[in-house]
């Protein structure tokens, strides 16, 4: 089952700081900024300064325009970000400080509840095909920056994803939690997101 989130569909939303505005493309059901599973959104970044605090999640940040970040994190890891589609990977409670190489940047920002979900980003420059085996209870998202992507999956739930949307696959219910589905995606400058659910044992 597929969703597609449309540009008109975003919303633009404060930081937590106070110190700029975040497109906000999809967020878990009933997600709020102070309480989500996931959240992906796009931010506009355009002095120096210190990053909102999410203690609890777990943050995955893509350079996708812009001349580069450099984020110098509290406890001495410094991630420099100078590519197109370049990621850091980082705690969301860590104290850290973004500094822009050369003018304003954009970066796509993917966070995930420490309790909820394990996130594996990945990106892709290149005009390729690229095939995931996705378990029943996870979830797939799909971004591009220059084109539209083909998304092919063995439910024939085949569709195309006009440039700048977003796409949220998940296998149709029931099925057992061993299930595996098979997508492929197919563009290029590609943002290739899995959630994986965090089952714990209480």
């Known amino acids: 089952m597929h969703t597609v989130f449309t540009p008109e569909n975003f919303n633009t939303i404060p930081w937590k700081n106070g110190l700029g505005h975040t497109t906000e493309l ?14 992906l959104s796009i931010a506009s970044v355009v002095n120096d300064g210190d990053f909102s605090n999410f203690s609890g999640y777990q943050r995955n940040l893509v350079l996708i325009d812009g001349e580069g970040l450099t984020l110098e994190h509290r406890n001495g890891d410094i991630d420099e970000l100078t590519n197109l589609l370049d990621i850091a990977r980082f705690d969301g409670s860590s104290k850290t ?10 970066d ?74 098979v997508i492929t995606i197919t563009g290029k400058n590609m943002i290739i997101i899995e959630l994986i659910p965090i089952h714990i044992k209480k």
């Open 108 to 181: 796509f920002n993917i966070m995930t509840n420490q309790l909820s979900f394990s996130p594996e980003v990945n990106c892709y420059i290149e005009q390729q095909g690229v095939t995931i085996e996705l378990l029943a209870d996870n979830l797939l998202f799909a971004y591009s920056l220059t084109d539209n992507m083909i998304v092919n999956t063995s439910e024939n739930e085949d569709c195309t994803v006009p440039v700048g949307h977003l796409i949220k696959y998940q296998p149709t219910p029931p099925l057992p939690s061993n299930h595996l589905s």
């Open 97 to 106: 400080h973004g500094c822009l190489i050369n003018g304003a940047i954009k």
């Open 26 to 39: 999809a967020i878990s059901e009933g997600g709020n900024l102070d309480d989500f599973d996931w959240r």
